[in-house]
C-alpha cells in the first residue's frame, strides 16, 4: 500500500498571503496524485488532477505541481472560503490511499 | 446538475448489518465507474471501494473485503453498499462518489454526495 504523507498538519496562514502545502508518496506514484478540499460539514471536492490539472471551474489561485513521490499545492492570495482541509490522494496503485490532511486556518 | 444521494445509514449493533444506497441523477449513471469513500469522525478520508460501469471489474479495500459487497443498478441510477458483520471500525461517514476517467484510469472523484452516517454501537 502506498502511504501518501502530508505536510504540516495545520498551516496558519493571514488572508492574502500565499499557502503552500505538501504531500509525499511512499514509492513513486508519477502523475497520479489528486487534491480535494473539504469545508466543515460538506463532501470533499475535487481541487487538481494528474498532479497539476485544475478540475473545472476552479480559481487560478490553486496550483498543483511535483511527480513522482513529492507534490505540492499552493494557494496564492487566500480568500476566506480557503480556509478547510485539504486532501491529497494517489490513484497510481490499488488500493487508493489519501494523505490525513492539511488543515488551513486563519492566522 | 449532477447529483448524489446517499442513503440507509443509521445505528446498527457490533456484528450487524446494512445496506447503503446512493441515488444518482444528472449524468449517464450507466457508463460511469462509481465508489465508496467513508470518513470516521474527526478523521481523514478512507477509500472503500470501486465498481466500473458494468460491475466487471470491483475492488475493495482490504479493510472491508469479505464483509462489504458493491453493485449497481444501471436501469435504476443507484450503487448500493451492502456490509456485513459491521465492527466499531465501520462508523464513519460513508459518500458516494463518480469517478471520473483520465485515459484508461477512472480514479478521481470529482462529485460526491453528502454522505450517510453509519454508527456501529450496542
Known amino acids: 500500500e502506498i502511504v501518501m504523507t502530508q505536510s504540516p498538519a495545520t498551516l496558519s496562514v493571514s488572508p492574502g498571503e500565499r499557502a503552500t502545502l505538501s504531500c509525499r508518496a511512499s514509492q513513486s506514484i508519477s502523475s497520479n496524485l489528486a487534491w480535494y478540499q473539504q469545508r466543515p460539514g460538506q463532501a470533499p471536492r475535487l481541487l487538481i488532477y494528474?498532479?497539476?490539472t485544475r478540475a473545472s471551474g476552479l480559481p487560478a489561485r490553486f496550483s498543483g505541481s511535483g511527480s513522482g513521490t513529492e507534490f505540492t499545492l499552493t494557494i496564492s492570495s487566500l480568500q476566506s472560503e480557503d480556509f478547510a482541509v485539504y486532501y491529497c490522494?494517489?490513484?497510481?496503485?490499488?488500493?487508493?490511499?489519501f494523505g490525513q490532511g492539511t488543515r488551513l486556518e486563519i492566522k | 446538475e449532477v447529483q448524489l444521494v446517499e442513503s440507509g445509514g443509521g445505528l446498527v449493533n457490533p456484528g450487524g448489518s446494512l445496506r447503503l444506497s446512493c441515488a444518482a441523477s444528472g449524468f449517464t449513471f450507466s457508463v460511469s465507474t462509481m465508489a465508496w469513500v467513508r470518513q470516521a469522525p474527526g478523521k481523514g478520508l478512507e477509500w472503500v471501494s470501486h465498481i466500473g460501469s458494468q460491475s466487471v471489474y470491483i475492488y475493495y479495500a482490504d479493510s472491508v473485503k469479505g464483509r462489504f459487497t458493491v453493485s449497481r443498478d444501471n436501469a435504476k441510477n443507484s450503487l448500493y453498499l451492502q456490509m456485513n458483520n459491521l465492527g466499531a471500525e465501520d462508523t464513519a461517514i460513508y459518500y458516494c462518489a463518480r469517478a471520473e476517467c483520465t485515459g484508461s484510469i477512472c480514479r478521481i472523484f470529482d462529485y460526491w454526495g453528502q454522505g450517510t452516517l453509519v454508527t456501529v454501537s450496542s
Open positions: 490522494q494517489q490513484y497510481n496503485n490499488w488500493p487508493l490511499t
Open positions: 494528474g498532479a497539476s
